[in-house]
């Protein structure tokens, strides 16, 4: 206890160099959609973990380098894999108070910037707390093994042959962990067991055999008798769900069913659920249908999901307004999130047959990017450690037993075949939107919860 105390003290001297580290991390551009500051960022984060005493190399990846390392530590009995990311989502200055790279404090405490909550805070945040240790002369509970990556939010293509070539090594880890803002405004604290997966989509409708325009768009006049591949696509897009939500493809189930631990989960996060809160941190006025909270969280977390990212139809630039024309061709983005138990190949599959089955054969489908499900057990000795010491700093934690997000965690499970916890106290909110942010008095909550995690799980 005296070394928590330590190691809680330095947290709180050098609380605002802390949030500093942060606001640097924020002010490089790292955006791996453009390429913009990867490898300045990866090259900063590699000399932040050599100043900590760690081995800290960049391993090459297809579009940015991978931040890998290892902090030993003499008396250390465990070791964890510590999982981030350090690439964000554009941003343009349309729409947001400060720019999106000033890493500016608002008046009432809110750290604004692409990144400060998804997900340069809670690693920065992370780091802090190894920097606390230093500061506090204490030696850090468990061996830690860094792998930080800067393609996350195109899918993460270098991440699994990474794994597979070092797996040898990180499969002696004894769990892994990537650190979460994970308090909503209203004060609750959630803590996810899992990921769904994700499966990105084009679907696209040209002029052609079937009908529509064949050879380039005409007037609009011709509707009349021509087909059109807009309306095709839209009626392809209508036929995979139901206006609620639920997906209407055969040979892709509804949902899952939550085994008896993840049942309980449910119904004690269902007995504290307030949907008044949730609408307002969304901008919403309400959900697309009357529920329950059981049945509203059932069908966020168990069931699968498609959701259109976006429709384009010719080629007319965003922006400029359409003539009245009857284009030859129309394309949407989708993302359908898996829940446990499906697969990539056998969703997409089911996909292209309900086409071919409801003639929309001539509608083109193509899996651009996927992976599926994974999820821990709320027994791991790593969640239990995660949920002990996140209670010691919050009065109002749920356990949910999927996030409703994805992410290729399945790596760490299925590839490497080692647990994880996700997870964590303080506030962010908007990520990938304009005005993300942090609330900078949380980060001491943030950072004090992280530090008696590592204790906690050391001591496991």
Same mark, same amino acid.
């Given at each position: 206890m005296s070394e928590l105390r330590a190691v809680m003290s330095a947290l709180e001297a050098g609380f605002d160099d802390y949030i500093e580290a942060i606001r640097t991390a924020i002010?490089?551009?790292?955006?791996?959609?453009?390429?913009?500051?990867?490898?300045?960022?990866?090259?900063?984060l590699v000399t932040q973990l050599q100043l900590l005493g760690a081995e800290a190399t960049l391993e090459e990846g297809q579009i940015a380098p991978i931040v890998f390392g290892s902090l030993r530590s003499p008396g250390a009995k465990r070791t964890l894999l510590f999982y981030d990311l350090y690439d964000v989502q554009p941003a343009d200055q349309q729409h947001w108070v400060s720019p999106p790279f000033a890493a500016e404090?608002?008046?009432? $405490? %809110?750290? @604004?910037? +692409?990144?400060? /909550?998804?997900?340069?805070?809670? #690693?920065?945040?992370?780091?802090?707390?190894?920097?606390?240790?230093?500061?506090?002369?204490?030696?850090?509970?468990?061996?830690?093994?860094?792998?930080?990556?800067?393609?996350?939010?195109?899918?993460?293509?270098?991440?699994?042959p990474f794994l597979r070539k070092r797996a040898d090594l990180l499969r002696d880890c004894d769990a892994a962990f990537i650190p979460y803002l994970g308090?909503?405004?209203? $004060? %609750?604290? @959630?803590? +996810?067991?899992? /990921?769904?997966?994700?499966?990105? #989509?084009?679907?696209?409708?040209?002029?052609?055999?079937?009908?529509?325009?064949?050879?380039?768009?005409?007037?609009?006049?011709?509707?009349?008798?021509?087909?059109?591949?807009?309306?095709?696509?839209?009626?392809?897009?209508?036929?995979?769900?139901?206006?609620?939500?639920?997906?209407?493809?055969?040979?892709?189930?509804?949902?899952l069913d939550p085994d008896p631990d993840d049942q309980a989960l449910l119904a004690?996060?269902?007995?504290? /659920?307030?949907?008044?809160?949730? #609408?307002?941190?969304?901008?919403?006025?309400?959900?697309?249908?009357?529920?329950?909270?059981?049945?509203?969280?059932?069908?966020?977390?168990?069931?699968?999901?498609?959701?259109?990212d976006g429709m384009w139809v010719g080629d007319t630039p965003p922006g400029v307004e359409p003539p009245t024309h009857l284009a030859g061709h129309a394309n949407a983005v989708l993302d359908l999130r898996l829940v446990p138990g499906m697969t990539v190949e056998a969703t997409a599959n089911a996909l292209r047959r309900h086409l071919d089955l409801h003639g929309f054969g001539h509608v083109e489908l193509e899996v651009t990017s996927a992976y599926p499900a994974s999820k821990t057990s709320v027994r791991e000795p790593v969640v239990d450690a995660l949920l002990k010491s996140c209670r010691r700093h919050t009065n109002d934690l749920t356990v949910y037993p999927i996030h409703a997000g994805a992410a290729p965690m399945h790596l760490f499970t299925e590839v490497l075949g080692i647990p994880y916890a996700f997870g964590g106290v303080g506030h962010g909110a908007n990520a990938h939107a304009p005005n993300e942010y942090l609330d900078v008095a949380s980060m001491r909550d943030f950072m004090a919860a992280t530090a008696d995690f590592l204790f906690e799980f050391g001591a496991h």
């Open positions: 002010r490089i551009p790292s955006v791996s959609k453009t390429g913009q500051g990867l490898d300045e960022m990866a090259a900063w404090i608002s008046r009432d $405490g %809110k750290l @604004i910037g +692409r990144g400060a /909550f998804n997900s340069k805070g809670p #690693l920065i945040g992370f780091l802090n707390v190894l920097r606390a240790f230093n500061k506090a002369g204490v030696e850090l509970p468990v061996n830690l093994v860094f792998v930080i990556e800067g393609e996350e939010e195109i899918g993460s293509p270098s991440l699994e308090t909503n405004a209203a $004060g %609750k604290t @959630i803590v +996810r067991l899992g /990921f769904k997966g994700l499966m990105m #989509l084009k679907l696209g409708v040209r002029g052609g055999e079937w009908g529509g325009p064949a050879e380039r768009d005409i007037h609009a006049m011709h509707s009349g008798w021509l087909a059109s591949p807009a309306n095709e696509l839209v009626s392809a897009l209508a036929s995979l769900q139901s206006r609620d939500g639920k997906l209407s493809v055969e040979g892709i189930a509804s949902g004690d996060a269902a007995s504290s /659920f307030d949907k008044q809160a949730w #609408l307002t941190e969304l901008g919403a006025r309400r959900f697309k249908y009357d529920a329950g909270p059981e049945d509203l969280l059932r069908h966020l977390l168990f069931d699968s999901t498609l959701n259109i």
